[in-house]
């Protein structure tokens, strides 16, 4: 069995993780985990001390892989452990309440993916017992890991420092293609009881929490459209990781929306408009953002991620336009830790990002961002996506 992750920060006390799920996301968040203490100078060490899932031998075989000193195959077990510390969720979001209360109960920090939860009703809980823990010094995070990209995390700074000047609109889709062929198995984001919604939950999450973050404010609300263009697909046979399968005889429903697209306003009385589809053929994790505000523009486009465009509308026509910044300089969020201006960084740094600043909170005793409330607030939005569709759009308040 692989052993606990060190460094030569060994000394420090440790955060010894635990963590729940070893699939797409179990793999991103141990790379985060595995790498952070290597690379950052943190007030805690992070050890990599216990993994869970349900099957025995992939779950050691997780271990093994990615560093992790033992496997368990029941979730309350881990919770359990005496040298876990920090309980990481990376499951599908029908279990995201139970095991999130059940470890900030034990005594554990809590690290849970995105979107927090299947309902408002499971977030609200979690949003509470997270209150709760705080006041007894545990902390909880959820895993908006597009925040932590130094570009986009450039980008809040640049909108904070009133570079863009009052906004007034923001544009922002999300684009993937993997559900297009229609023999693609009926694997758990397809269905409702599991995954809570489709490409709304999946893709419109990040979104949604991108542009409030990037933007400094929050939706107010939505008018939405959602529709399943699939109805029904072959069932899967063997272990699945939501994004590949294999077909097996017979066929289920699809019971969540293949396509969500929804405008929105802010508080201030900003315009923003949305789109979450995994239906766009040939775009593969396609993500972009726009921000037009009174004295300039910003873009963030996930496929050219250490870059930003930005126009300054303050300056003189005659060579005003959007100019690309390079963001790799060692004075650009995070990036002091990594490699000489010019070296760009990618999609498994964010999640290396996520856990330094994890590690940083808890070390300090202060609430990290985005809290549980904060996801909380994005399920009230996602909630509202769904009531205005199953109303022909009808416009619809964000639920405070």
Known sequence: MAQPQQSEGAEKPPLRVGMVGYAFMGAAHSQGWRTVGRVFDLPRQPVLSAICGRDPAAVRAAAERHGWAAAE??????IARDDVDLVDICTPGDSHAEIAVAALAAGK???CEKPLANTVEEAAVMAQAAEEAYGRGKLAMVGFN?????????????????????????RVTYLQDWL?????????????????SGS????????????QYLAGERLAGVSALTETFVRERPLPVGATSGLSAVTSAGT???TVDDAALFTGRFTSGALASFEATRYATGRKNALRIELNGERGSLAFDLERLNELSYHDGTEPAAHAGFRR????????????????PGHGLGYEHSFVHQARD?????????????????????QRVLAAVEESAEKNSVYTPIAV
């Not at 925040?147 to 809040?156: D, I, K, S, V």
């Not at 062929?181 to 409702?192: G, I």
Request: net charge neutral; no cysteine; charged share 25%.
């Open 73 to 78: 195959t029941d979730w309350r077990a881990l």
């Open 109 to 111: 920090h809590v690290l």
């Open 146 to 170: 597009y925040r932590r990209l130094p570009a986009t995390a450039l980008a809040r700074n640049m909108v904070a420092e009133g570079r863009l000047g009052k906004l007034r609109h923001v």
């Open 180 to 196: 297009g062929d229609p023999e693609f198995p009926l694997t758990w984001r397809l269905r409702k009881e599991h995954a809570g």
């Open 200 to 211: 709304l939950g999946d893709l419109g999450a990040h979104i949604i929490d991108l542009a």
């Open 252 to 254: 289920g429903q699809v």
């Open 325 to 340: 910044i390079l963001v790799t300089e060692p004075d650009h969020p995070y990036l002091d830790a990594w490699w000489p």
């Open 358 to 378: 994890l590690v940083h909170a808890v070390a300090e005793g202060r609430r990290p961002e985005p809290s549980f409330t904060d996801g909380l607030q994005i």
